[in-house]
């Protein structure tokens, strides 16, 4: 009972992420820095607004271009996770079929990218960008220590694995005070960024 209670902080910490991402996205794919914001008010300013956009063909091929991509996106994700082609997936690559699936997403992703002209994603990071990245593990090695090391009893085999995939995890974890240093300038540099955002608002 125990350590199922401390999954519910886990549960509760991961909607709020989730809920706070919907948000921030509907706030990004909002028009208004489209529009060079328009009035919030829904008057004629913000419904001229509008009708140029949608009249504008330098807004209207970049939507479209988007609308595309997005479609691509979805439609890749969509067919490959119905219960059909996962079936005739497994029944061809078995235990392939997840990384297929995951393959096909990653060059969903680099379509969009070659479309853009955006290049290697990495390629867009700072040098101390990618030094981070270079020593900073995946979070997702919190959930493999959780699954672990979480549960009623430890036999020696798996008291072995956990021991050394820890090992390893903690070994493979090194920052350094560059890495820190880094992390405190992106930090700070993000608070003086929305500190900004909310002093225009105010104003």
């Keep these: ?22 948000v921030e996205f509907v706030r990004f794919t909002s028009l208004r820095p489209l529009l ?12 001229q607004g509008w009708l140029a956009a949608l009249q504008d063909q330098s807004i209207l091929v970049p939507l479209a271009w ?9 439609g890749q ?10 079936s005739w997936m497994s029944r061809y690559f078995g235990v392939l079929q997840r990384s297929l699936y995951v393959a096909c997403t990653a060059l969903a992703l680099q379509v969009y990218y070659h479309v853009l002209g955006l290049g290697e994603p990495l390629a ?14 995946h979070p997702v090695c919190v959930e493999l220590l959780t699954v672990l090391w979480v549960v009623p009893t430890l036999g020696t085999d798996r008291l072995l694995l956990a021991l050394l995939l820890t090992l390893y995890l ?13 992390l405190r300038a992106q930090l700070q540099r993000k608070l003086h960024l929305l ?9």
């Design 1 to 22: 009972m125990a350590p199922a209670l401390l999954l519910v902080p886990a549960a509760l910490a991961s909607f709020i992420l989730a809920f706070g991402t919907g």
């Design 36 to 47: 060079g914001g328009i009035s919030e008010s829904g008057g004629p300013d913000a419904r």
């Design 66 to 74: 988007d609308l595309g991509l997005l479609l691509l996106f979805v």
């Design 77 to 86: 994700h969509s067919l490959m996770a119905t219960e059909t082609v996962k």
């Design 124 to 137: 867009l990071k700072s040098p101390r960008a990618l030094r981070l990245f270079s020593h900073l593990r």
């Design 170 to 182: 903690g070994l493979a974890h090194g920052l350094d005070q560059q890495d820190l240093r880094y």
């Design 195 to 203: 500190s900004r955002t909310q002093d225009g608002e105010a104003e």
